[in-house]
Structure formats: structure tokens, C-alpha cells
């Protein structure tokens, strides 16, 4: 499954560098460092054991990177002379509206496809620093997986592990270069891999991934 997101990170990536037009658009509220894949670990540990779409739902609607490129586009379409300005008086009223797109993103982008439920969705208005995010459950195993592109060259290996520390493992696919990091308790195992241009030390793309663990009682 792993092989299935990482595939296509350089074209993904290298579009993202200079593909999109600087529009009108609210500046992103987050750099990528503020983003912690750590924090999507209870997200995807819930949707390990829903069904495919379910599954995907939990996690798209709990992802910072999303919720927070949704909230921007709301606000990017308010102007003196439309009603979703509205949306913005209010938070509880946007955090609503940004569930609500992200639900229809949900139905609109959903694949069933080799015993697997994915969305991936492109974030195509910029300044933002992330590409594309992209959620995969599998639908026969308790595991859930979520990726996330970045954009530009800004973000670094030196960023990864002045975050994180040290990898517990790396390694170098085709022609980039991996960072693992891993955190493991009795019920799952969550992984993060970290795509990585071996010139510039630019990261690429990160995969999550979560796989549940057999019960002892079974």
C-alpha cells in the first residue's frame, strides 16, 4: 500500500514548484513545520477499525493541513458583496462550513480500487505548502495511511530532524532519499516516511501510516 502513495512524487512535487499561479488567495495560517505527523496518529489509530469511507472521513476531517487550506478558501470567497462573509463573523460557523466541504471533498473524490478506499485531493491555490494530500484505508486490514506533498524547497531533512530527531532508519528509493520515524504502543504502529531530494536536503512528500495490532486474546 505504501508503494501506492509514494508513487509519483516527483511529478507531483515538481508541478507543485511552479505550476500554480500566485492568486488572490489568503496567506496559509501554518508553515509546513507547523504541521506534526505525530498529531495524526489518535485519527488514524480511530479509523483503522471504521469501514473504507468512514475511515477516510475521520482522517480528511481531522487533518490540520486540510482544515486549515478549506478555511482559506471560505475566506477567499468572501467579499463586501457576498453572503459567505457571513462564514467568518463566526468560528464555531466556519469550523461548520470547513466540515461540510471537506465531507463533499469526501464524496466527490472517494476511489474504491485492489481492496482499497482513497481520496486524493488536489490543493491547487497557492501561497499554501503543501500540494496534494491523500487518505487510504484499506478495506480487508485494520490499517490507514495519509500523505501530504510539499511545496517549494523551504522544508528540510536539517527542519525533520531538528523536529523529531534522529531517524530510526533511512534508506534511498530510485532517486530520493528516506527518512523513518516510527512510534509503536500495544494496540498499533504508526510509521512516517519522509521523501527526501538527496541534493538539496528539500523534502518531498511524507507518508503516515497505521496499522492496528492483533489482540493477545485472539
Known amino acids: 500500500m505504501l508503494s501506492l502513495l509514494l508513487c509519483g512524487s516527483a511529478a507531483s512535487s515538481r508541478a507543485a514548484d511552479g505550476g500554480h499561479p500566485l492568486g488572490p ?3 496559509a495560517a501554518f508553515s509546513a513545520n507547523d504541521f506534526d505527523w505525530r498529531e495524526m496518529v489518535p485519527y ?4 483503522a477499525a471504521l469501514p473504507g469511507e468512514q475511515g477516510i472521513q475521520a482522517v480528511l476531517e481531522n487533518s490540520k493541513v486540510l482544515r486549515v487550506y478549506v478555511a482559506n478558501e471560505v475566506r477567499t470567497e468572501c467579499s463586501p458583496h457576498k453572503d459567505p462573509c457571513a462564514l467568518t463573523v463566526d468560528n464555531s460557523t466556519l469550523d ?3 466540515s461540510k466541504r471537506i465531507d463533499e471533498i469526501v464524496q466527490e473524490g472517494m476511489v474504491h480500487r485492489h481492496k482499497l478506499a482513497f481520496v486524493v485531493y488536489q490543493l491547487t491555490r497557492q501561497p499554501f505548502p503543501f500540494s496534494e494530500i491523500a487518505a487510504v484505508k484499506s478495506e480487508k486490514k485494520p490499517e490507514t495511511y ?12 536539517a527542519d ?3 523536529k523529531y530527531g534522529a531517524p530510526y532508519d533511512t534508506d534511498v528509493v530510485q532517486w530520493y532519499s528516506v527518512f523513518k ?3 509503536d ?3 498499533y504502529t504508526s510509521k512516517a516516511v519522509f521523501e527526501i531530494d538527496p541534493v538539496d536536503g ?3 512528500k511524507l507518508a503516515v501510516s497505521l496499522k492496528l495490532k492483533k489482540s493477545k486474546n485472539h
Request: proline share 6%.
Open 181 to 183: 520515524y516510527r512510534l
Open 146 to 157: 495519509i500523505t501530504v506533498s510539499f511545496v517549494g524547497r523551504g522544508y528540510t531533512a
Open 96 to 98: 461548520k462550513e470547513v
Open 25 to 27: 488567495a489568503t496567506p
Open 202 to 204: 528539500a523534502v518531498i
Open 44 to 47: 488514524l489509530f480511530d479509523s
Open 185 to 187: 504502543s500495544p494496540h
Open 160 to 162: 525533520v530532524q531538528a
